[in-house]
C-alpha cells in the first residue's frame, strides 16, 4: 500500500500541473484577444497579414501553434483548430469541419475541383476565386490535422512517458501511440495521386496546389512519422529490458519473501559447485616487470638469470625459412562428414514424408552414428537456416525446448523435429 508521506507529493504535483495549465490557458486566450484583428483576416483571407504582427508576436502566436507556417516560402497561415473554433462561435456552416476523416476532405477537394472548373468555363471570376481559396484552405486543414497528430505524439513522447510512474502504462501508451500511427497512415494512404492528377487535368494552378505542394507535404508527413516510429521502437525495446529486469528483482523479492532464512552460499567454498555456475574457468592474473621503478632492477634481473635456457642450438636467422601452416585436414574431413550426415537426415525426411516429422536425436540413435547428441542437433539447426528462403519454406524445424529454471528465462534445446510443409 502507497505510504500516507507520499499523498500530499502526488496532491502537489497535481496542483502544480493544474497551476501550469491554467497559466498557459490564459496566456494562450489573451494572445487570441490581443491579436484578434490580425486572426481574424486571416479568418477571410488565405493568409494572415504580418503588417501589424512584430516579430516577437509573431513568435509567440506560432509556438502556441495558433497560428503555423506550411513551408519556409509560404505565408503565415490560420491553425486548424483556431479556424474551426472561430467558425464554430460565428456559425460559418461552409468553412466549419464537422467530420476529421481524411476521406470526407478528399471527397471535399473533388467538389470544389468541380465547382472551380464549372465556375470556370461559365467565366464567373469572382466565384472561381472562392472556390480556389477554399480548396487552398481545405488542403490547409487536411495537411495541419496531420501537423498536429504528429506533433501529438512528439508531445506525447517527451511528457507522457515521463510523466507515466508504471512501466506497463509506459508500454500501453507506447502501444496507443503505435496504433496512432497506423492510422494516419492509412490517412496518406488514401491520397491517390494518380487520381489527383487525373482529375486536375492540364490547369497549372490546381497541379501545382494539388499535385506538387500536397505531394511535398505528404512526403513530409511520411518522414515525420518514420521519426516517430523508429523512436517508439527504441522506447518500447528499453522498456522491455527494463521489464525483464524488474521481473527478475521482483521474483527474487518473492523468494526471498517465502524463504526468509536464505542465505546464498559461498560456492567458491564448495567441492562440488552447481553446474550453473561452473561455466567459466579460473581467471590467471597478468603480470608484468615494472621496468620504470629502479628499486626492482635487481630482482628482474636475477629472475632473468633464473630462467631456464634453451635446450636446442641456436640457428642462424638466414637459414630459416617461411613458416609452414599445418592443414587440418582431419578436422575439415570430420566437418564434411557430419554435414553429410545431416542432408541424409533432410533425404530421409523428404522420403518418408511422415506427418508427423522425424525427430533429429531418433535419427541419430537408429543410424548408430557417433555423433554427439549437442553437436548433431547443432548441425541439424544451422544446416536449416543455411538453407535458402525458398526451400525453408519446404520444411517445418519444431523445437523441443523448456526453460532452464524458475527464475531463469534461458531456452534449453532437447530435440528438434522436422517434416515437410505440405504434409502439415
Same mark, same amino acid.
Given at each position: ?94 468553412? !466549419? ?76 501508451? =507506447? ?7 497506423? !492510422? ?93 555456475? =561452473? ?123 523448456? !526453460? ?21
Amino acid at each position: 500500500m502507497p505510504s500516507t508521506e507520499a499523498r500530499p507529493a502526488e496532491d502537489h504535483a497535481d496542483h502544480q500541473l493544474e497551476g501550469r495549465l491554467a497559466s498557459t490557458g490564459v496566456e494562450r486566450l489573451a494572445l487570441l484577444g490581443k491579436h484578434a484583428e490580425a486572426l481574424m483576416q486571416g479568418y477571410s483571407r488565405d493568409e494572415v497579414p504580418l503588417a501589424n504582427l512584430s516579430e516577437r508576436a509573431l513568435n509567440k502566436l506560432l509556438a502556441a501553434r495558433i497560428v503555423w507556417r506550411p513551408d519556409e516560402q509560404g505565408g503565415v497561415k490560420l491553425a486548424p483548430r483556431v479556424r474551426e473554433l472561430i467558425a464554430e462561435m460565428l456559425a460559418d456552416e461552409t468553412r !466549419r469541419q464537422v467530420n476529421a476523416d481524411v476521406g470526407e476532405t478528399l471527397e471535399l477537394l473533388r467538389s470544389l475541383v468541380q465547382s472551380y472548373r464549372e465556375a470556370q468555363s461559365q467565366g464567373e471570376y469572382w466565384r472561381q476565386e472562392q472556390q480556389l481559396l477554399r480548396l487552398r484552405q481545405a488542403l490547409d486543414d487536411l495537411n495541419g490535422r496531420f501537423a498536429d497528430a504528429i506533433d501529438s505524439l512528439w508531445q506525447r513522447l517527451n511528457s507522457d512517458f515521463g510523466f507515466v510512474s508504471r512501466l506497463n502504462d509506459k508500454i500501453r501508451e =507506447n502501444d496507443r501511440a503505435q496504433k496512432q500511427i497506423v !492510422r494516419l497512415l492509412d490517412g496518406l494512404q488514401l491520397i491517390d495521386f494518380d487520381e489527383l492528377i487525373e482529375l486536375v487535368g492540364s490547369d497549372g494552378g490546381l497541379r501545382k496546389l494539388l499535385i506538387s505542394q500536397l505531394q511535398r507535404q505528404v512526403s513530409q508527413h511520411y518522414t515525420s512519422l518514420r521519426e516517430v516510429q523508429s523512436r517508439l521502437t527504441e522506447l518500447m525495446a528499453r522498456f522491455r529490458q527494463q521489464q525483464s529486469r524488474s521481473r527478475l528483482v521482483s521474483g527474487m523479492a518473492a523468494f526471498l519473501r517465502e524463504h526468509p532464512n536464505f542465505v546464498p552460499g559461498n560456492y567458491a567454498r564448495r567441492s562440488e559447485v552447481p553446474d550453473l555456475v =561452473n561455466q567459466a574457468t579460473a581467471l590467471n592474473a597478468a603480470a608484468s616487470p615494472a621496468l620504470d621503478h629502479q628499486s626492482d632492477t635487481r630482482v628482474i634481473t636475477e629472475l632473468l638469470h633464473e630462467l631456464p635456457r634453451p635446450q636446442q642450438p641456436s640457428r642462424d636467422a638466414t637459414s630459416a625459412g617461411p613458416a609452414a601452416v599445418e592443414t587440418t585436414g582431419l578436422v575439415a574431413a570430420r566437418q564434411q562428414a557430419l554435414k553429410d550426415d545431416v542432408e541424409r537426415f533432410y533425404l530421409a525426411v523428404i522420403d518418408q514424408s511422415a506427418e508427423a516429422g522425424i525427430s533429429a536425436l531418433d535419427y541419430l540413435h537408429q543410424s548408430d552414428m557417433t555423433w554427439g547428441e549437442e553437436i548433431w542437433l547443432f548441425q541439424v539447426i544451422a544446416e536449416y537456416q543455411s538453407l535458402p528462403r525458398s526451400e525453408q519454406a519446404a520444411f517445418r524445424l519444431q523445437q523441443s525446448e523448456s !526453460r532452464a529454471s524458475q527464475f531463469n528465462d534461458l531456452r534449453l534445446i532437447h530435440d528438434v523435429t522436422l517434416r515437410l510443409a505440405r504434409s502439415a
